[in-house]
């Protein structure tokens, strides 16, 4: 989830937290902490937990660890049965000649033309005819002279570095996907927002597909379509899908009922107030959707090239399959810059349309005037790239992949071994599996599966409700009946130790952050990139230093995560009002107190959406960490996309599915919770 999502998901905590704050530090600053720590739970429910804590390590020696051999149903032999027959039958059954052929022919002829498109316009038509489109969109004058700026830097850069023709190929990908995306996530948010049923439906299917990672949408498209472009674009399409959905509702509920009330009683009819109403009403949410969706869909673009999405992914995908950290961080670059182009395009159509709320906004700048400007510079950019030469002048690149890959082969011969006192990283990823990977996988093992499922709903139950912790407890016992229990527990201990780290990191350093200016005006553009950056890039520097195995995918998933706990942190930190801390300054506290007995307490909701985010984000590269020899649910899942082992690859897919489900409700405190913790956090 982006800083957007997050903003939007603290809204309500956040104000009610930050009142609460307002109302006087002083002499209950500590049991406000304690209240807030606890979230409004009873000691009942924190006594249970101490329970279990003694409990577990109890029935370790007494009943072993471990599922229940008894208690596995086999679902891989049934569905290798389907994937066989699927597989036999793609090119003969009526299923796939009448239906899904088309869709796949579809899918297939959309990338094509539109990439067909983009390279007859050439780059001399690309560069100009996004930089018009940018600066219609931002609102034309001047306004609109620095996305164009942004706009025109990013290709350029792009061509810049020789990438031009993948990132073509990326493009033309993201076009379609966005476009179907987009349109998809509008009609279902449409229902969602004008119907309750429609809406209470759909909520558990969103949040089951935002926990998923990435990377295990691929399989069941693969079995269906096999590899190729209809894969990758419809995966990625049902990947960036949810937030275009969410925040369409959104914003249709969120319409101003006193705008209602009088559209309806000038008569309106219903599609009347929905046309002329909710619709200009929810522009700024709904644009707000499309720019997640496209940051979504860039993400699950690269991910997509391994089952053969080509363009920048491919290039990336290339890079850690050969350990070429400079072709795989050059296109990573690429990637930011496309990122950062269309986000600065997609917030400015945004600003201009908030700018006229509830009114029918007629085109940008002088209105007619204005879009003949656009249109005589886009027939002019067309014709520039039929005379101009269409592929990227050689003569204009330059190679930054060696620089980049030298300064990496300096690292790696300097911190790999052999460094004095410290003994090199090598070492260390030994020395961390042996000693901090290892106790923790066995000691998950050992603890029997009933232990472990209560302790998932206790905690559960901690920060929600006793449906939370049913689901908690069902979806961790869902894995062992599907005989993946030592398979799960393995992923799950990289998991919890990969959070630690990044917990650990990410407080500290946001902290810092929330209160100290300068470091967080010097850590935003590198958190922006790190954001931005592909998964697989991470994974590329630290196989090179720790070797392929567990600590290289930790350390990817750790660095993954830390942006996102970073900002939510400081952002959480900073909701304490400057009165609030400075009651406290007077009475005495100090900086140490203010911040554990003053924003800390005050900050809990946001504090718990940034863990929920570190588990989110963490187990979406642990997954990704079986290219590199993670092991666990995510080598199943890697065997499975090769076609080996599809059926495994779903029972692990189905698997991860599960774990994501049980770490969510155990990080993802319930509106009742939040507002407990609120209310906890005011004192009395």
């Known amino acids: 989830m982006t800083d957007t999502l997050v903003e939007d998901k603290l809204v309500k905590d956040r104000g009610a937290a930050g009142a609460a704050g307002a109302e006087g530090a002083g002499a209950g600053v500590l049991s406000r902490f304690t209240a807030a720590l606890g979230g409004g739970r009873s000691s009942v429910t924190w006594l249970t937990l101490l329970g279990l804590a003694v409990v577990l390590p109890v029935s370790a020696l007494i009943w072993g660890g471990g599922w229940h051999d008894g208690w596995t149903v086999d679902l891989v032999a049934p569905l290798d049965s389907v994937a066989d027959w699927v597989i036999a039958n793609r090119d003969s059954h009526p299923l796939f000649l009448y239906f899904l052929l088309h869709i796949s022919n579809f899918a297939t002829d959309s990338v094509d033309g539109v990439y067909s498109l983009l390279t007859s ?49 990326t493009l033309a990908l993201m076009i379609v996907a966005v476009a179907a995306s987009a349109l998809l996530g ?17 909520r558990p299917v969103l949040d089951t597909m935002q926990v998923l990672p990435a990377f295990a949408y691929l399989l069941p498209f693969v079995l269906i379509f096999g590899t190729g472009t209809p894969s990758a674009l419809l995966t990625t399409v049902i990947y960036a899908v949810p937030p275009m959905v969410r925040l369409t509702s959104l914003g249709l509920r969120g319409a101003d009922p006193t705008v209602m009330e009088a559209v309806t009683s000038l008569g309106a009819g219903r599609l009347q107030r929905l046309r002329t109403a909710r619709l200009p009403l929810a522009r700024k949410e709904m644009l707000l959707g499309l720019n ?15 089952v053969g999405a080509g363009g920048l992914g491919e290039n990336v995908f290339t890079a850690l399959s050969r350990k070429n950290f400079g072709m795989g961080l050059a296109a990573g670059v690429a990637i930011v810059l496309i990122a950062v182009w269309l986000d600065r395009v997609t917030a400015a159509a945004g600003i201009r349309s908030e700018a006229q709320p509830g009114q029918q906004v007629p085109a940008p700048g002088d209105g007619r005037k204005t879009a003949l400007i656009a249109g005589g510079g886009a027939v002019a950019a067309i014709v520039a790239g039929q005379l101009l030469q269409r592929e990227w002048p050689e003569a204009w690149t330059v190679d930054f992949a060696q620089p980049l890959n030298r300064f990496m082969d300096w690292v790696v011969g300097a911190f790999y071994t052999d460094v004095p006192v410290l003994g090199g990283t090598s070492e260390w990823a030994g020395n961390f599996t042996t000693w901090v990977l290892n106790p923790v996988r066995e000691g998950m093992l050992a603890v029997p599966w009933w232990a472990m499922v209560l302790l998932a709903a206790a905690a559960a139950l901690l920060v929600g409700t006793w449906r939370g912790a049913v689901t908690a407890g069902v979806s961790l016992g869902l894995v062992g009946v599907l005989g993946v229990w030592d398979k799960s527990m393995h992923t799950l201990s990289q998991v919890v130790v990969a959070l630690a780290i990044t917990l650990l990191l990410g407080f500290a350093i946001g902290i810092l952050a929330a209160r100290v200016a300068v470091v967080e005006r010097l850590l935003r553009p590198v958190l922006d990139t790190m954001q931005t950056m592909p998964q697989f890039i991470y994974l590329i520097p630290v196989v090179q230093l720790f070797n392929a195995g567990r600590a290289a995918a930790i350390a990817a998933a750790a660095i993954y995560a830390l942006p996102a706990v970073v900002r939510i942190t400081a952002q959480g930190l900073k909701t304490a009002s400057p009165a609030t801390l400075e009651a406290s300054r007077s ?44 092991g666990g649910l995510g080598f199943d899942v890697v065997e499975g996309l090769k076609g080996s082992e599809l059926g495994s690859g779903l029972i692990a897919g189905v698997a991860i599915v599960c774990l994501g489900l049980m770490l969510d409700k155990l990080t993802q405190p319930t509106t009742r919770a939040a507002a407990s913790s609120a209310s906890g956090a005011s004192g009395t």
């Open 292 to 306: 997640q969706t496209i940051m979504m869909a860039l993400s699950m673009v690269v991910i997509a090239s391994v």
């Open 587 to 630: 009475l005495g506290a100090r900086t140490w107190q203010q911040i554990v007995q003053v924003q800390w307490p005050l900050a809990r909701p946001a504090l718990l959406v940034a863990v929920n985010q570190g588990v989110v984000l963490v187990l979406a590269v642990v997954v990704i960490g079986g290219l590199v020899g993670g």
């Open 186 to 202: 509008v009609v279902l948010g449409l229902a969602a927002g004008l119907s309750d049923r429609v809406q209470s439906a759909l």
């Open 121 to 169: 316009l050439g780059w001399a038509g690309v560069l100009p005819l996004a930089a018009v489109g940018a600066w219609y969109a931002a609102g034309a004058g001047r306004r609109g002279l620095r996305v164009v700026g942004v706009t025109v830097g990013s290709l350029g850069a792009i061509g810049l570095m020789g990438l031009w023709d993948p990132a073509m190929e």
